[in-house]
Nanobody, 119 residues
């Protein structure tokens, strides 16, 4: 059974940095795309970033691309999200997810980690 566990969330001041990590277990690690999503109170879930098996990165917006960096290590066992120059609008629960590269939808999700940015 696939298991994704996020960590690294917390309270940070605007302009600061935070690093989220997602540890994956319970599956064969190949041909996978891993991603970060977030959901703020009262808003729909938003795509933040993804990294494919080959290492190609995609971000949800130009603003996110300029401030956040997605990376992986340990053969995709761990995926990280380095968040720099955070803004109060970045406050949300951040979720890790994965899917096979060829799949259209993400099939495995973590429980989420809360990120709160104070102004």
């Amino acid at each position: 059974q696939v298991r994704l566990v996020e960590s690294g969330g917390g309270l940070v001041q605007a302009g600061g940095s935070l690093r989220l990590s997602c540890a994956a277990s319970g599956r064969t690690f190949s041909d996978l795309t891993m991603a970060w999503f977030r959901q703020a109170p009262g808003k729909e879930r938003e795509f933040v970033a993804q990294i494919t098996w080959s290492g190609f990165r995609t971000y949800g917006s130009a603003s996110l691309k300029g401030r956040f960096t997605i990376s992986s290590e340990n053969g995709r066992n761990t995926v990280n999200l380095q968040m720099n120059s955070v803004e109060p609008e970045d406050t949300a629960i951040y979720y890790c997810a994965d899917k096979y590269d060829w799949a259209s939808a993400y099939t495995s999700w973590g429980q989420g980690t809360q990120v709160t940015v104070s102004s």
